[in-house]
C-alpha cells in the first residue's frame, strides 16, 4: 500500500508529456527508526541497523567522497576528512551470494533448518570476518555480534528465519483476492480478472512472486536514486529504549 501511494503521489508530480531528459519530479521520504541497542537484539534491531548502516555509507559518499572529489575538481585548497568507511560491514551483511542476508533466505528454503543451523551457517562462513564475532558465553540460544559503525551489537539469533519468513496469512490473501475493489486485488498483484479464472492457490502464489520481485526492483530502483540525488541530511540526537524517547 504504501509503494503504491508513493507512485501515485510521483505520478501526480509529472505534469502532462513531458519531454528530454528531465521525467518529472519526485519527492522520496525515508523514516527510519535510529540506531537500536538493547539488552537483547533480534531479528528486528537487525534490520534498522543494517538501514542505518545503509543511510551511513550513502552519508559518507555524499558528504565526504563526492565532495573531496569536486574540491579536486575546482582547484580548492582543502585538508583530508578521516572517515571509517563501513563497506565491509554492508558486504557482511547484504552481499551475496554469502552475505548474512542471502545466507538467512538460504537457509529458509531447507524444511530441515532451524536457529542452530542458521547460526552454524553464519558462524562457519564468517568466523575470521573482522566485523562478526560469536561469542562463546552460556547463553539459552546462539548469539552473534557486529561492529557496526556506531557500536557492537549482539544478536539473539532466536526467531531470525521465522521473522523473515513472516508472510501473509493465507486466509487473509484468499480474502483479499476475492474482494470486489481492483485496488485491493492490485495490492497483492492480481489483475481484476484473475478471480474468475484461477484457483485459490494460484493466486496465493502469484501473489507472493510479485511481492518478492516488487520489492527488489523497488530497492534497486531506489537504491539508483539515492545515489543521483541531492541529499538533505537532518540528524536527530537521542537517547532510545523500547519504551521511551528523549529528544
Known amino acids: 500500500l504504501f509503494d503504491w501511494i508513493v507512485e ?3 505520478d501526480s508530480l509529472t505534469a502532462g508529456q513531458i519531454k528530454g531528459p528531465h521525467k518529472g519530479n519526485t519527492i522520496g521520504v525515508l523514516d527510519i527508526f535510529g540506531f537500536e541497542v538493547f539488552q537483547k537484539n533480534s531479528f528486528e534491531q537487525f534490520c534498522i ?3 542505518n548502516e545503509q543511510l551511513q555509507q550513502y552519508f559518507n559518499k555524499h558528504i565526504f567522497k563526492l565532495e573531496q572529489v569536486e ?3 575546482e582547484g580548492i585548497e582543502w585538508q583530508s576528512v578521516v572517515f571509517v568507511d563501513n563497506a565491509d560491514c554492508l558486504d557482511l551483511i547484504a552481499k551475496k551470494p554469502t552475505g548474512l542476508l542471502p545466507l538467512l533466505d538460504e537457509e529458509c528454503s531447507f524444511p530441515g533448518a532451524d536457529d542452530s543451523s542458521l547460526f552454524q551457517k553464519f558462524e562457519r562462513q564468517h568466523k575470521s ?3 562478526f564475532s560469536a561469542p562463546q558465553m552460556k547463553q539459552r540460544e546462539p548469539v552473534f555480534t557486529i561492529s ?3 557500536s557492537h551489537v549482539t544478536y539473539s539469533i532466536q526467531g531470525f528465519r521465522e521473522k523473515n ?3 501473509m496469512r493465507q486466509d487473509v490473501i484468499d480474502v483479499l483476492a476475492t474482494s470486489k475493489m481492483d485496488l485491493v486485488r492490485a495490492l497483492i498483484g492480481l489483475p481484476p480478472y484473475a478471480v474468475h479464472r484461477w484457483h485459490i492457490a494460484i493466486l496465493s502464489v502469484m501473489a507472493a512472486v510479485w511481492f518478492r520481485k516488487s520489492g527488489e526492483k523497488q530497492k534497486e530502483k531506489r537504491e539508483e536514486e539515492w545515489m543521483l540525488s541531492n541529499p538533505n541530511v537532518v540528524t536527530c540526537e537521542g537517547k532510545t529504549s523500547p519504551t521511551s524517547l528523549e529528544s
Open 8 to 10: 501515485k503521489v510521483n
Open 148 to 150: 557496526h559503525y556506531a
Open 165 to 167: 519468513r513472516d508472510l
Open 71 to 73: 574540491y579536486d575538481l
Open 49 to 51: 541497523n543494517y538501514a
Open 129 to 131: 570476518h573482522p566485523y
